[in-house]
């Protein structure tokens, strides 16, 4: 069975320090992968998708960067975070064939940041 | 741009009794996937589905598709405090090409 694992669960970063969150999928192969931030329990604001290795296509202009150096590694990355990045990231993955219209996310467990 | 909207916000019932939220656009989808996501967890899965006017059943949860495809609703039968969650909706766009577009979510609170 496919499993996704995000970690770290909560993370507390100063304002200008970097941060890197990292994502992995067992079980399947060729994911499409995503990064999505979630503010105050709301609707899902997409960040990142991946759709192959080094593949990366950015929905949002900010302060984030994402990664996929391996075929079920994703990595969301900031060099400077900001109090704006505050938030609840979710990191999921679907069927890499067939489009993206009828394939389920599978999300993770999500990263609670808070930028002081 | 695809937008869906969702409605109501927030609704707080007590148990026992029905309910229905709603996610609109002015736009066609190809399908329509609807989540429930609960405190500090990721969104889950509940239903997929795909065709103008397909009604799902997944327990004491009714999914329905509207027949233009531009809708759906999901109807709560004898709420109970476990159904306690952010429901979001999710379409999948015609083209395919890219990713899926959320609802910014119904928050629902059944009282015991």
């Known amino acids: 069975s496919q499993t996704i694992h995000q970690w770290p669960a909560t993370l507390v970063q100063p304002v200008g320090s970097p941060l890197s969150l990292e994502c992995t999928v067992e079980?399947?192969?060729?994911?499409?992968l995503y990064w999505y931030r979630q503010a105050a329990g709301r609707g899902l604001q997409l960040l990142f998708y991946?759709?192959?290795?080094?593949?990366i296509s950015s929905e949002v202009p900010q302060n984030l960067s994402a990664s996929r150096p391996q075929d079920r590694q994703f990595i969301l990355s900031s060099k400077k975070l900001l109090l704006s990045d505050s938030g609840f990231y979710l990191c999921?993955?679907?069927?890499?064939?067939?489009?993206?219209?009828?394939?389920?996310?599978?999300f993770g467990n999500g990263t609670r940041l808070t930028v002081t | 741009t695809q937008l869906l909207e969702q409605s109501p916000q927030f609704l707080s019932i007590q148990e026992g009794e029905n309910l229905t939220v709603y996610c609109n656009s002015s736009s066609v989808f190809s399908s329509l996937q609807w989540y429930r996501q609960e405190p500090g967890e990721g969104p889950v899965l509940l239903v997929t589905?795909?065709?103008?006017?397909e009604v799902k059943k997944l327990k004491r949860l009714t999914f329905q598709f509207g027949d233009a495809r531009k809708d759906s609703s999901l109807h709560i039968t004898a709420a109970q405090p476990g159904d306690t969650g952010l429901y979001l909706c999710?379409?999948?766009?015609?083209?395919?090409?890219?990713?899926?577009?959320f609802g910014k979510g119904t928050r629902l609170s059944v009282i015991a």
């Open positions: 589905v795909v065709t103008g006017g």
């Open positions: 999710a379409g999948g766009p015609l083209s395919g090409n890219t990713p899926l577009v």
């Open positions: 079980g399947t192969s060729n994911p499409n």
């Open positions: 991946s759709v192959g290795i080094g593949q």
């Open positions: 999921a993955w679907s069927r890499g064939v067939g489009g993206f219209q009828n394939s389920p996310l599978h």
